[in-house]
Every structure is written in structure tokens, then in C-alpha cells.
């Protein structure tokens, strides 16, 4: 299945897009996809109640916004220089084992929400993502079980202020976490939609140039490697993000480096996660 929330912001209501792009309501089944929902066995109740109940669901017009596909996670867990050559754009020595940072949740907007640069940012930059969406609590699971522990998994643009992030001291979180820096969606993409997260093609496109064009085949450490890395640090909840790091093609890797400004246009996708598009605008107070 592909799970969406549309609505508008902070009255985003759970939906379903169908095989054929039809987007339905099934907010008569569930509330929101959370944590419960995730833990519950919710993907699969709600298959079921589908088979029975999809034609009453009303259409959900193509007008209509698309929320972040789930609802606030307790965290996003995010993995740094996790493709070989984004290492080397950043100058940096591809890690012995996963780089991790957090990102603040309350950086997250619809897939379609603008992107806006935050006040004193001269260093906004793009990435695109991989992200998970756990489905059952982790805690120090093997590489072989990982998989089971996953719900699906969403595009995600891992917007990121290089300045704050890099030379303004302490972890980088503070260059991670501003609003609006992880668009999310269009859709969760259950684990059945995604024959092997391992090798799916990305791509990022600036104003309509391609900047960033990779495969999660370039992995240093794959998805099982990173989900059972990080439960031996923390226990993963269900709804919980982990974004799996960004290919080569930033702003920050170019000669010289190129960042964001208001008015530009990015657009991402991933195979079998659909595509997304965010308007750059300027923070105003």
C-alpha cells in the first residue's frame, strides 16, 4: 500500500493511494498513522478492511495538499556519508561504521511544502534521502532480522544549513533541524511495494537540473546494517524515521559550492516512492 495524509496543516487525515493514482479517505478505519498504528498491526487491518470497505472510501481530489505521510515520530535518526563519494565531495574519510545525528521532528512538512531558509542562513543545501519508517520496536536486532522491523519507506529531502551544521561548533543537529527542513512523502510505500531498498535509483533536480542522480546500491552500509547499528544504541519505536544518507551531488561538494536562494525549485524521487517538488522562499519574521 501506499499510505498518504492530506489535508491541510495541522488537519492532515489518513488516506490511501491506490495502484491506478486515485487517492482515498479511510479515516472511518484509522485516526492516524502513528506509533499505535505502526505497533498495532495497523498495515495489515487496514488491508483488510479495504477489501471490504474501498468503495464506500470517499476520492480525495488530485487539489487537494498532501501532509507529511505520518504523524509527528518520536525521533528521525538520521545517517551521515553513508555513499562513498558524498564522503569524498565533503572531504571527509568514509566512516569505519554509521555516522548518526538526529534531526528535530518538528522540521517535518508535507512533500510539496516550501522550503524556507532560515534567518541568518547563507548555506541552505539539498539532499536526497531514503528514509524508513520502523513498524516494530528495535532493540539490539540482528542484520538478519532488520527487515522484519520495517513498516515502508518515504522519500525524503534532508535539507541542511552547511554553516550551521559544520562551523558553527557542537553536533550537526543545529544545521538539520530548522522548519521545514524534512519534506516528507508523497507516500509511505509499505515493505511490500519495495522489492529491495538496496538498489533503488534517486535523483534531486535544481531549477530543473539534475545535481544529484545515484542507486542505494552505493551504500557504504546497507539498510539492514543501519537499522541494526543504531538498536544497539537506542530502541526504535514504531513510526520512528531513519533517513539513510545522501548520494554525491550536493551544494556543498560543487566548485564552487552552490546554495540555495528564494525562488529556486527542487524536485526529488526515488523508485517507487513517488516524486517531490519544494518552492525555496525566505524566512520572514
Known amino acids: 500500500m501506499k ?3 492530506f489535508g491541510t496543516k495541522g488537519n492532515e487525515k489518513p488516506g490511501v493511494q491506490l495502484q491506478d493514482g486515485t487517492r482515498i479517505d479511510v479515516s472511518d478505519f484509522v485516526e492516524e498513522y502513528n506509533e499505535e498504528f505502526f505497533g498495532s498491526g495497523g498495515i495489515q487491518a ?18 487537494v495538499r498532501l501532509g507529511a505521510p505520518l504523524a509527528r515520530p518520536s525521533k528521525i535518526v538520521c545517517v551521515g556519508l553513508n555513499y562513498a563519494k558524498h564522503a569524498e565531495e565533503s572531504g571527509m574519510e568514509p566512516p569505519k561504521e554509521p555516522v548518526l545525528f538526529f534531526k528535530a521532528t518538528s522540521a517535518i512538512v508535507g512533500p510539496n511544502d516550501n522550503i524556507i531558509i532560515p534567518k541568518g542562513s547563507v548555506k541552505t543545501d539539498w539532499e536526497v534521502e531514503l528514509a524508513i519508517v520502523i513498524g516494530a520496536k528495535a ?18 529531502n534532508d535539507v541542511s544549513e552547511r554553516e550551521f551544521q559544520i562551523e ?13 527542513f524534512a519534506p516528507l512523502g508523497p507516500f509511505i510505500a509499505t515493505v511490500d511495494e519495495i522489492a529491495d531498498p538496496n538498489q533503488l535509483n534517486l535523483w534531486l533536480k ?5 545535481m544529484q542522480n545515484s542507486s542505494t546500491e552505493d551504500f557504504i552500509f546497507n539498510v539492514q546494517e543501519v537499522i541494526s547499528h543504531i538498536s544497539q544504541f537506542m530502541t526504535l519505536l514504531p513510526g520512528d524515521i531513519i533517513s539513510t544518507g545522501t548520494p554525491f551531488g550536493v551544494g556543498l561538494g560543487l566548485n564552487p559550492p552552490k546554495y540555495l536562494v528564494p525562488g529556486d525549485e527542487v524536485e526529488l524521487g526515488i523508485d517507487g516512492l513517488g516524486v517531490s517538488k519544494q518552492k525555496v522562499v525566505a524566512y520572514k519574521d
Not at 558553527?168 to 521545514?180: A, E, I, L, P, Y
Not at 535544481?206 to 539534475?210: A, F, M
Request: glycine share 8%; with cysteine.
Open 206 to 210: 535544481l531549477n530543473g537540473e539534475t
Open 139 to 156: 532493540s539490539y536486532v540482528s542484520k538478519a532480522d532488520a527487515l522484519s522491523h520495517v513498516a515502508g519507506y518515504v522519500l525524503h
Open 168 to 180: 558553527r561548533s557542537g553536533q550537526w543537529v543545529k544545521g538539520k533541524s530548522c522548519d521545514t
Open 46 to 63: 487496514l488491508e483488510s478492511w479495504l477489501i471490504d470497505n474501498q468503495t464506500h472510501c470517499a476520492v480525495i481530489d488530485s487539489s
Open 3 to 5: 499510505l498518504i495524509r
